[in-house]
């Protein structure tokens, strides 16, 4: 997330809205001076990096304990704060070094280089050892019981009682009705990102997910999932999806029999004609030209001797795939 350094407090969106324009006006300002500023410059150095986000999670329970569970520990600021006096004082003792930062989860912690990496092959062998050396130094502030896998979300994020330590769901910030504002970073930038947000488009947001269909969702329990009409794709999948996939099957049965070549109109069918009907037209056309191989070689037998024209037949195999002589399975088989 980079540097963020508190002077003063965040402005609320009925407080920023008569301050927009002075800050796109100034934006562009700034943007042509900078320009301005660069735009001779040649050859310079190419400078660039990493970011790491960790999430500390704690395990609680003894292994073994059907209660065991594991839940995200509310204490970023205080591993990044001892993260960060550690490099202080050991800065000195390597030439590679880590950086510590706030992230938007109270629950995180957010690794860099301390040094940007340049434009040589060691600076990309570089890359995989100084993420090392971050998971090391972070596992050794960590107390017992706690964790910080790099998730791109924790599993059980507003499911019960999910943080350590516990705390009421909702709050001023997000009113969020499955998560505490706890789980914010305190930093005053976080809080006012969510509150301003939902300010502004004058609602929470609000993004539900359909469900999956199956067996062990009690909304879904009296639903026969062995009964014809909704097995397969049609009883796990939305209605959307599968009208995509009923289209397209369509387009493919359509396309098993592709109009003979050179009859008007058939470039501009080739033209208009969906990735799908055309790969099954390619399809076909390949299986035709196998079945007639495979013909002029059971014909040519007596003359051609054994190796006939096998040969050619097995080379048209290779360049359209195995999966051809099924009459159209799928096209992932073939060997180019």
Not at 102 to 126: C, F, H, I, N
Not at 198 to 224: Q, W
Request: glycine content about 12%.
């Amino acid at each position: 997330m980079g540097v963020l350094v508190v002077k003063g407090r965040p402005l609320t969106w009925d407080e920023s809205k008569g301050k927009i324009k002075y800050v796109r006006d100034h934006g562009v300002i700034q943007f042509i001076n900078t320009y301005a500023k660069v735009k001779e410059d040649q050859n310079d150095d190419l400078f660039w990096g990493d970011e790491v986000e960790y999430g500390v999670l704690e395990i609680q329970g003894e292994e073994g304990d059907p209660e065991r569970t594991v839940k995200i520990a509310l204490r970023g600021t205080e591993f990044m704060q001892t993260l960060r006096d550690r490099e202080a004082t050991h800065a000195h003792a390597t030439a590679m070094g880590c950086t510590w930062h706030q992230e938007y989860g109270s629950w995180m912690v957010e690794g860099t280089p301390a040094r940007p990496y340049a434009g040589y092959v060691k600076d990309l062998l570089d890359v995989e050892e100084n993420m090392r050396l971050r998971r090391a130094r972070i596992l050794a502030v960590l107390p017992k019981g706690l964790i910080a896998p790099t998730l791109t979300n924790f599993p059980l994020l507003g499911v019960g009682d999910f943080t350590s330590p516990s705390h009421p769901v909702g709050g001023p910030i997000s009113e969020s009705t499955m998560v505490p504002d706890a789980c914010i970073n305190p930093h005053p930038r976080f809080g006012a990102l969510t509150q301003n947000i939902r300010s502004r488009r004058g609602a929470k947001v609000d993004i539900k997910m359909p469900l999956y269909r199956d067996t062990n969702t009690p909304e879904f329990e009296n639903l026969n999932f062995k009964n014809s009409s909704t097995c397969g794709l049609t009883g796990l999948v939305s209605d959307r999806l599968e009208k995509e996939n009923a289209a397209a099957a369509a387009d493919i049965e359509r396309s098993r029999t592709p109009p003979p070549k050179g009859t008007a109109g058939t470039q501009a069918n080739e033209a208009s004609a969906s990735p799908a009907m055309r790969a099954a037209a390619v399809v076909a056309e390949a299986n035709v030209e196998i079945q007639r191989l495979s013909d002029e070689e059971e014909e040519g037998d007596a003359a051609n001797g054994p190796s006939g024209s096998s040969g050619g037949a097995e080379r048209v195999r290779n360049k359209s795939g195995d999966s051809l002589g099924s009459g159209g399975g799928s096209l992932g088989g073939g060997r180019g």
